[in-house]
């Protein structure tokens, strides 16, 4: 089976290549040594000049390979096996060579082959593989005849013999070595894709749940966002009527009032459309102060908090917090209303926001005076789908998406709880050091 070729390189192709290259330096160093020490002490072979000019030549084309082998990731793979084909076929030359120089059949270097058969497996195909194996055992027979070695004798065409097959043997097991890895590396690829197709239809759901929390907000916030409109429509109505009495005879006062009450209306519209809009997910350096601000604009729509005795105590001006702004006010909006539905049965509901600076993080506590969470439900409180409130009352996602929405930040979100005394949530944010976006 032939491995597939893709249009950029496996990270391991890359790596074989520059393992082979730097391996390469060592053997044309060792090959020149040979030869000096051939030379000056040893006298073993006759051709030791050509030894030592072939160790040169071996160093001279790696220095080649070395300078023209891409070392970026985005090669090429063809061009990287045509390098490693083109590498293998040199040594392999320069192998011959060196064999016959040192005894032929009883060379030393004949085992160096097996090497280079690896390397051939590792980076060539299966079928060329095998016929480098083959052009490996046809260059030394060559090189044999040409030196007047062949035929040898018995002993060395059994030891050849056996040679020839064991490079055989080598391409069969590093091959299949080769395809395992191969394909288990697929499979991990194949893995890693279905683990980032989960994690994106992961998000797309989490933000469908972040937007319907929204549009449940809005749902529960109805009721006031149709007495805000009222009011106005009210007043241009009567205005219409006043117009309707005088025959067009109107003041400069009159229309002045009209396009207040118009305004309003657009304002409190615009509010609750930009509430509602998916955020963008660009974060924004904010006033801490003026998080909170516009989180009470979105809830004042509650009828609920003209009955509770709201009192804010902000910190100081120069507390900047990088956050998205849609979503740390969902989350405001999500612990201000739960506040709220904590201090139905108290007679004299209490809510208190405050920020301010702790240890170089922001701090915003929404704290009631509610029913409280009772000791064994606090370690659920940011579980999905845990609610304390009554069948059909609550979803459990809530908490959950607004812990999740603040770890996003980089900050925090805490409960602490006692019954029947109410309930402080702290949401904690690192300072921004920047300058506040305009």
Known sequence: MTPVVHTQPPPILMDQLGWFIRLRWGAGAAVILAALANILYLHWYPHAAEILVTGLFILGYNAAFWLITPRRRMAEHPMLLRLGELQIVLDLLCLTLLTVWTGGPGSPLLGFYVFHMVFASLLLTRGIAYATAGGAALAVAVGLVMTGQFPPRREDLMLLAGWAVTLAATVYLTNHVTQNLHRHQRRIQRQRDRIREMAQRIHHQQQAMIQQE????????????????????????????????????????????????????????????????????????LPLNQVVQRALQIIRFDPRLRQVALEIKPGPEDLLVSVQPRAIQQVLVNLILNALDAMTQSPQPRLELCTRWDAARCRVEVIDNGHGIRKEHLPRMFQPFFTTKPVGKGTGLGLAISYNIVRSMNGDLEVESTPGQGTRFIVSLPVARTEPTL
């Open 214 to 285: 929204k549009v449940a907000a809005i749902g529960q916030l109805a009721a006031g966002v149709a007495h805000e409109i009222s009011n106005p429509v009210a007043c241009i109505d009567s205005m219409l009527q006043l117009l309707q009495r005088h025959g067009g005879n109107v003041q400069g006062q009159e229309i002045q009032n009209m396009r207040e009450q118009i305004a309003r209306i657009s304002q409190i519209v615009q509010q609750l459309v930009h509430f509602a809009h998916p955020g963008d997910g660009e974060r924004q350096v």
